[in-house]
């Protein structure tokens, strides 16, 4: 299962990640995250070693959802090198996670 991550743990383990990182910024009153989790937990299993899958709670890490522009839960961010290369919202299919994750792999 993912890591629940918080504001203090964002630049050790996404800005300073070796590895690209897949941020599912999301809330626990959100249906369609809750759909996607057991996704996200699959890819973090196939994907190990390869990249690096964190959760972030949308209603307790507001200055990050700011620093993002994170506007709806679920969204997913890719993060590589400290830096975004690109986003989905919603709730999406896996195949459109692994095109995510398969454009820095």
């Not at 999301?26 to 890819?43: A, E, T």
């Amino acid at each position: 299962m993912p890591e629940r991550i918080g504001e203090a743990e964002f630049k050790t383990e996404v800005i300073d990640s070796d590895l690209p990182v897949l941020a599912d910024f999301y809330s626990d009153s959100c249906i369609p995250c809750k759909r996607i989790s057991p996704v996200l937990s699959q890819l973090e299993s196939e994907y190990s070693g390869k990249i690096k899958i964190v959760k972030i709670n949308t209603n307790f890490e507001k200055s990050l959802v700011q620093k993002y522009s994170v506007q709806a839960a679920p969204t997913l961010i890719l993060f590589s090198k400290g830096e975004e290369i690109s986003r989905i919202r919603g709730a999406v299919k896996k195949d459109e996670i692994v095109q995510l994750i398969s454009s820095v792999l």
